[in-house]
């Protein structure tokens, strides 16, 4: 039991490294397939979700967990899409929700000032602890006053881009 939840813990820290490694270097340090979906994002936000990649993580997980049941790699992979589920909801809750609670507010901010200031910063949207340790997050004064800048930004409103996910339901009815 311990074991396996140490497996999930790992696998949810796991993402936030992918998630690193996706979003700074495949989608803005590199010019990689990851590069063009991004820029859509950033030149509208309302591009939120990567549903392009649902269905090959879903298909993936359901393999692993059905042929390696309860096994650790199958918990450590169940914890990376955990992280990614994670994701995905904080990411559509900084761009359209006001946030609830302190952490949101300082995740929200991050992403903020990744989108209006520095792009080339702030890649962690679950996490700052990769931008900490390979200097890609503004420090200090200059950190904090952005983030309240970018407090004050209202949320999205409209449609996201979920109905796109329709295009991939229909392959299993």
Known sequence: MVDGLAFLVAGLFAWTFLEYLIHGWLSHTFNTFATRLHSAHHRDAH????????????LVWALVVSLFPFSRGSILLSGVVVGFAGYETIHYRIHFRRPRWRLESYLRGRHLVHHEHYPGQCFGVTSAIWDLAFGTEPTGTMMKELCESAAATPPLTGTTNLYKLKYFIWLFR
């Open 47 to 58: 591009n939120v979700f990567t549903v392009r990649a649902w269905m090959p993580i879903a």
